[in-house]
């Protein structure tokens, strides 16, 4: 009996090993479902902020950083430092996604540096960014160059670390109903990389983008000046739409990454003179995007960690100001000067400062009923 059973058994777990590398080697590109939840982390877990290359800059509560390679900006997480701050970060308990940026030319195909990225630990990495967009501030590329990018770099990611996540790159922020044109542009670009990683990259294959984790980008006063201004919503019902899912399902984070969620205050019919409407339109955007895609259980990243300034621009959506301290709830007033009773699994919680904020609205705890009131006062 013994005898018998071994010999049907051995077949069985012959077909399974096969059948396993068949599904996870498709058209010569690895795939990794949508469906499946990768490495362990549930999507509404993943709740973050972009961070910088000092480590000494602190995001108490706030369970994931966003870094970016050399590629991105400039700055020299790569090699060693890249791997000794991303054990820092571990270290104290933090996960880390890895944002590479496309570059020109046939450095977008540079596989040294690909494969340095891949070797330095990161728990997911996002390929690309903005390389929908055509503007002198960001770095267009073409789908079928696009698709090329973004097979090496998920095979080189893949190659040391198995089954992170590794994000489509990231579209650019647009506006619904205004620029349903262009987001329908992205899908159209979508649709073309599929085509060239099914002809030129893997020929014969079937890869499909809908089977991929896409990132995205929004940048608008959310919640400001009344709260049915909610242009995340907007974005999640549309690209909901082109993954044939029910935005409220839960699954929409299976699909879509939110790896820039911030506000807007240039061009977008915000008064950029008045540091109290700036300030109110801030904090508002902060929350209505945490309480959007905590609703829909969407990976989310808040932008920025910190302030900064760029081409004499200054981007003050930051949770701390541009030397690391916190900022106030309002940041055109003094710290305490307004502050938000949360309540939380542990109890009440007396929060002043952003960061603060951001952290306790990642855990779950729930505003007061006049936090409207408190902050546009």
């Given at each position: 009996m013994k005898r018998k059973f071994l010999i049907i058994l051995?077949?069985?777990?012959?077909?399974?090993?096969?059948?396993?590398?068949?599904?996870v080697q498709i058209g010569g590109t690895a795939q990794h479902p949508a469906t499946a939840t990768p490495s362990g982390f549930r999507p509404e877990t993943i709740l973050g902020i972009q961070g910088d290359a000092s480590t000494s800059t602190s995001y108490p509560g706030i369970p994931w950083v966003r870094l970016g390679y050399p590629t991105c900006s400039p700055g020299n997480l790569s090699s060693q430092v890249l791997k000794d701050t991303i054990r820092s970060y571990h270290n104290q308990g933090i996960h880390i996604m890895l944002i590479y940026c496309q570059t020109s030319g046939d450095s977008l195909f540079d596989m040294h540096r690909l494969n340095d990225a891949a070797?330095?630990?990161?728990?997911?990495?996002?390929?690309?960014?903005?390389?929908?967009?055509?503007?002198?501030?960001?770095?267009?590329?073409?789908?079928?160059?696009?698709?090329?990018?973004?097979?090496?770099?998920?095979?080189?990611?893949?190659?040391?670390?198995?089954?992170?996540p590794i994000i489509?790159?990231?579209?650019?922020?647009l506006v619904v109903p205004y620029d349903n044109a262009k987001l329908m542009n992205?899908?159209?670009?979508?649709?073309?990389?599929?085509?060239?990683?099914?002809?030129?990259?893997?020929?014969?294959?079937?890869?499909?983008?809908?089977?991929?984790?896409?990132?995205?980008?929004?940048?608008?006063?959310?919640?400001?000046p009344s709260a049915d201004t909610n242009n995340l919503y907007q974005l999640y019902g549309f690209?909901?739409?082109?993954?044939?899912i029910d935005i409220n399902s839960g699954d929409l984070g299976k699909h879509l990454w939110l790896v820039e969620g911030t506000g807007c205050v240039n061009g977008c019919g915000i008064d950029a003179s008045s540091a109290r409407e700036v300030a109110i339109s801030h904090i508002l955007t902060l929350i209505t995007d945490v309480q959007t895609t905590m609703k829909y259980h969407v990976p989310f990243f808040y932008f920025s960690g910190k302030d900064?300034?760029?081409?004499?621009?200054?981007?003050?959506?930051?949770?701390?100001?541009?030397?690391?301290?916190?900022?106030?709830?309002?940041?055109?007033?003094?710290?305490?000067?307004?502050?938000?009773e949360m309540t939380c699994s542990s109890g009440k919680v007396v929060v002043a400062d952003q960061e603060q904020l951001l952290a306790k609205l990642y855990t779950g705890c729930a505003l007061p009923a006049n936090y409207l009131n408190t902050l546009e006062s």
């Open positions: 051995a077949p069985v777990l012959i077909g399974s090993i096969l059948l396993a590398a068949c599904q070797q330095e630990g990161a728990d997911a990495v996002q390929c690309g960014n903005e390389q929908v967009k055509q503007s002198t501030a960001t770095l267009y590329v073409t789908p079928e160059r696009f698709a090329r990018f973004f097979d090496l770099c998920q095979s080189a990611m893949h190659a040391v670390r198995p089954g992170i489509l790159g990231a579209m650019d922020p992205q899908v159209h670009y979508l649709d073309a990389m599929q085509s060239a990683m099914n002809s030129s990259v893997h020929p014969g294959g079937n890869w499909d983008w809908h089977s991929q984790i896409l990132g995205l980008i929004d940048s608008w006063h959310n919640g400001y690209w909901a739409q082109q993954f044939h900064f300034y760029a081409t004499q621009t200054g981007w003050i959506f930051g949770v701390l100001d541009a030397n690391g301290h916190p900022k106030p709830l309002r940041q055109d007033l003094q710290r305490g000067a307004r502050t938000l």
